[in-house]
């Protein structure tokens, strides 16, 4: 991959059209240098390992939106959508069309099979998943614990 250098006379690496452009290009790099993944390689799988002996510092377990319900959609109040990637009693992943900045605290808008909940989170890290179209992974640690329904 190639480094890219901004000077401070060519404007700002924030601005929303440079940035689409950086994403293109760098997007653009990896499909003509990359190989194609093995059919079963599952890439959250690889990167979501823990390095050998390192002990686990969740404080609650991870699952899958269809193991808590046959519906789980995230709302960040005042913005859109979000589709849960885990969920678990302290927290959520999910992934976002936008950036959110860490540290800001959101109201999240969590439904399981129609029931509607409304939670305080924290954003602990949002980062750029994919590029076409781009889509970040957020997470969010909820202020306080709470239960996840049972899958029926």
Known sequence: ?????????????????????????????????????????????????????????????????????????????????????NVSETGVLAETTSRLRPGTVVELILTFDGVRRMLRATIVRSMVHSLNPTTFRTAFKFEERTTLPERQ
């Open 1 to 85: 991959m190639t480094r890219h250098l901004v000077s401070a006379r060519d404007g700002s690496v924030d601005n929303g059209d440079d940035l689409d452009s950086l994403f293109a290009q760098l997007e653009a790099e990896l499909t003509e240098s990359t190989a194609p993944a093995a059919p079963d390689a599952d890439v959250d799988e690889i990167f979501s390992t823990e390095p050998a002996g390192r002990p686990e510092q969740r404080e609650a377990p991870r699952l899958s939106p269809d193991q808590v319900a046959r519906e789980v959609r995230v709302t960040v109040r005042g913005a859109a959508e979000a589709k849960a990637i």
